[in-house]
């Protein structure tokens, strides 16, 4: 039979440590109520501007997203529309983003269409705006730095858009570069400078011995490699 534990005369003089604990507690809850409470109106108040804030930039966020799908319904409704009209219809879409990913995107969009429409200074003002403003390593980055590029080839600034495509090159990142080096290659070629040309094809074979447009690469070595 187990022994029942004795309570001794000490033992029933010393006060309840639960009772004890819970007086501490209610002492400090009424010493600091007003502290204790303004810290409560406090966290609420936060929760509800970051639900505010949340809220307001997912309406934006959904605005801007309405926006560029008006921008790429005027370029598939294009064609019975001008160039200039399409870049008009554009641009005026493009001022009403705010200032974000969208809005990026969609200054790409406008860089494009004028860049297809042989608006070559307006397409590079375009792209480089979008440059300056993206995250260096991200898609619109390099679609920016890309579009430069050919802007000062179609510019015939071959000097420039040699800068451009090396700059890309150079830059970290993962992003296809096949076409990259070839306009390299195809404005040192322009800028007479066969010599340099020659090298950056020769640099492809080894760099994209696998990629389907290694034809063009090899005819254009052969192209230089003829004599005049």
Same mark, same amino acid.
């Given at each position: 039979m187990s022994q029942e534990t004795k309570l001794t005369r000490k033992d029933l003089k010393q006060?309840?440590?639960?009772l004890t604990t819970s007086n501490e507690f209610?002492?400090?809850? *009424?010493?600091?109520?007003?502290?204790? +409470?303004?810290?409560?109106?406090?966290?609420?108040l936060v929760w509800g501007v970051y639900l505010f804030l949340s809220n307001q930039q997912k309406a934006e966020d959904l605005a801007m997203e309405s926006l560029y799908f008006q921008m790429l319904q005027k370029v598939k409704e294009s064609k019975d529309s001008s160039g200039d009209e399409l870049i008009s219809q554009l641009d005026s879409l493009f001022q009403q983003f705010k200032d974000g990913h969208q809005k990026l995107r969609a200054g790409l969009l406008v860089a494009d269409t004028q860049y297809l429409n042989q608006r070559y200074d307006e397409a590079l003002?375009?792209?480089?705006?979008?440059? *300056?403003?993206?995250?260096?390593?991200? +898609?619109?980055s390099f679609l920016a730095q890309s579009g430069a590029a050919h802007s000062y080839e179609a510019q015939?600034?071959?000097?420039?858009?040699?800068?451009?495509?090396?700059?890309?090159i150079e830059q970290p990142g993962g992003f296809p570069l096949f076409y990259t080096y070839l306009g390299l290659s195809r404005c040192y070629k322009l800028f007479n400078d066969p010599k340099n040309a020659e090298l950056i094809l020769r640099e492809m074979q080894n760099k994209f011995p696998d990629h389907v447009g290694l034809d063009r690469v090899n005819y254009s070595l052969k192209r230089l490699e003829s004599p005049a």
């Amino acid at each position: 039979m187990s022994q029942e534990t004795k309570l001794t005369r000490k033992d029933l003089k010393q006060p309840d440590q639960f009772l004890t604990t819970s007086n501490e507690f209610l002492i400090f809850i *009424d010493r600091y109520k007003i502290i204790l +409470l303004s810290v409560v109106v406090g966290l609420f108040l936060v929760w509800g501007v970051y639900l505010f804030l949340s809220n307001q930039q997912k309406a934006e966020d959904l605005a801007m997203e309405s926006l560029y799908f008006q921008m790429l319904q005027k370029v598939k409704e294009s064609k019975d529309s001008s160039g200039d009209e399409l870049i008009s219809q554009l641009d005026s879409l493009f001022q009403q983003f705010k200032d974000g990913h969208q809005k990026l995107r969609a200054g790409l969009l406008v860089a494009d269409t004028q860049y297809l429409n042989q608006r070559y200074d307006e397409a590079l003002a375009s792209f480089i705006m979008v440059q *300056d403003h993206a995250r260096p390593g991200t +898609l619109n980055s390099f679609l920016a730095q890309s579009g430069a590029a050919h802007s000062y080839e179609a510019q015939k600034d071959f000097k420039q858009a040699i800068a451009q495509y090396k700059k890309i090159i150079e830059q970290p990142g993962g992003f296809p570069l096949f076409y990259t080096y070839l306009g390299l290659s195809r404005c040192y070629k322009l800028f007479n400078d066969p010599k340099n040309a020659e090298l950056i094809l020769r640099e492809m074979q080894n760099k994209f011995p696998d990629h389907v447009g290694l034809d063009r690469v090899n005819y254009s070595l052969k192209r230089l490699e003829s004599p005049a």
